[in-house]
C-alpha cells in the first residue's frame, strides 16, 4: 500500500494562485488514499470546503472505486466528468504520484498533488501505517527471514549491527529493537544459523522508468548486464518503448 501525507493546505493554495485559478475539480483515490484516510470522499469533502472558504470554485469531485494509478480506470473517470473539467482552472489530486501523473495524462489544464507520498507500507492498524519496502528491485529477504534491513534499519545498513546497537536496541530510535538483531534471531529460529554478510545491493536493476509488462515479459537489463554483453549503456532494451 502507499502511504501518502497531506500537503500544508497553504501549498495547494500557492500552485493555483501560480495559475491565476479561480475553479477547481478534485480527484482522489479509492484505493491506497482511502485506507490511509488521506485522499477518501471524507477528505475531499473537508479540502472542497477549505477551498471553498478560500474563495474558489469548487467545479465538483470524484473518488471512485478504483484505483487513481489505474490507466483504464482514470481515462474512465475523467471521461465522465470531461464537461465540468472543461470548465475547471486546475485539478487537485488527492493520491499517490503516479495517481497525479495518470490524471494529468487526460487533463489539459494544470494538474497538482494533495499528498506527498511517502512510503510503501503495512497496516498496522487503523490509521497507523508502517514502511515495509523501499522497491529496489533487488529484493533480498529470502536471506533476511523476511526483514528488510533497508526499511527496518534506520541508517539503511544491509549488513549489521552497527557499533551503535545497544543491548539489542537500535542507536537511532532508542525504543526500537535492532532491525539486524531482530534478523539475526528469527533466522536461528528458523534453524539458519550460518552468519550472513550481503553482498552490496545491485541497484542498476532499478533503472528509471520502471516497466513491467506481465503480457509481453521482457527483462529489463542491468547496468552490469549491458556491459557484460558489450552494450552502450546508453542504449535501452530492445522494445522497452
Given amino acids: 500500500m502507499i502511504i501518502t501525507t497531506p500537503k500544508e493546505f497553504d501549498h495547494i493554495l500557492s500552485n493555483l494562485r501560480d495559475v491565476d485559478a479561480e475553479s477547481v475539480f478534485l480527484v482522489g483515490c479509492g484505493?491506497?488514499?482511502?485506507v490511509a484516510k488521506t485522499g477518501g470522499e471524507p477528505e475531499l469533502l473537508a479540502a472542497a470546503a477549505?477551498?471553498?472558504?478560500?474563495?474558489?470554485?469548487v467545479l465538483g469531485h470524484t473518488v471512485g472505486t478504483e484505483i487513481t494509478c489505474n490507466v483504464g480506470g482514470t481515462r474512465s473517470t475523467i471521461r465522465k466528468n470531461a464537461e465540468v473539467i472543461r470548465e475547471a482552472d486546475a485539478v487537485i489530486v488527492f493520491a499517490c504520484g503516479s495517481g497525479v501523473q495518470t490524471v494529468a495524462e487526460f487533463v489539459d489544464?494544470?494538474?497538482f498533488p494533495a499528498l506527498d507520498s511517502v512510503f510503501l507500507g503495512a497496516i498496522v492498524r487503523q490509521g497507523e501505517f508502517s514502511e515495509r519496502c523501499?522497491?529496489?528491485?533487488d529484493c533480498i529477504l529470502d536471506k533476511t527471514a523476511g526483514i528488510c534491513p533497508l526499511t527496518q534499519c534506520p541508517k539503511g545498513l544491509l549488513n549489521g549491527p552497527c557499533g551503535g546497537m545497544w543491548d539489542g536496541m537500535c542507536e537511532v530510535i532508542p525504543d526500537h529493537e535492532c532491525a539486524h538483531v531482530r534478523i539475526q534471531r528469527r533466522l536461528e529460529k528458523q534453524h539458519r544459523l550460518q552468519p550472513i554478510s550481503l553482498p552490496p545491493k545491485n541497484y542498476g536493476v532499478s533503472l528509471k522508468p520502471g516497466h513491467v509488462n506481465i503480457r509481453k515479459p521482457r527483462v529489463r537489463k542491468s547496468l552490469s548486464d549491458r556491459s557484460e554483453s558489450g552494450e552502450k549503456n546508453t542504449a535501452r532494451t530492445q522494445g522497452e518503448r
Avoid: D, F, I
Fill in 134 to 137: 523501499r522497491m529496489c528491485g
Fill in 31 to 34: 484505493s491506497c488514499a482511502t
Fill in 109 to 111: 489544464v494544470p494538474v
Fill in 50 to 57: 477549505k477551498l471553498q472558504e478560500a474563495g474558489y470554485t
